[in-house]
């Protein structure tokens, strides 16, 4: 295997777990913003927002 072909598949790899990195941090996000609606259920607001982000997921 050339250098050149190594290095270029080191990058990929990395923009893989970035692109990972980014997904895991969406759904966390997402986790961490519906788990703080149920804490503050009595604002309608917020349920409804939570709705709307899982609608998109699915």
């Known amino acids: 295997?050339?250098?050149q072909e190594?290095?270029?598949q080191i990058?990929?790899?990395t923009?893989?777990?970035k692109e990972r990195l980014k997904v895991v941090t969406?759904?966390?996000f997402s986790l961490s913003l519906s788990m703080f609606c149920i804490t503050q259920s009595s604002s309608k607001k917020c349920n409804f927002a939570s709705k709307k982000q899982w609608k998109?997921?699915?």
């Open 1 to 3: 295997m050339k250098k």
């Open 6 to 8: 190594f290095s270029y």
């Open 11 to 13: 990058v990929r790899k």
């Open 15 to 17: 923009m893989k777990g």
């Open 26 to 28: 969406k759904t966390v």
């Open 56 to 58: 998109k997921k699915k």
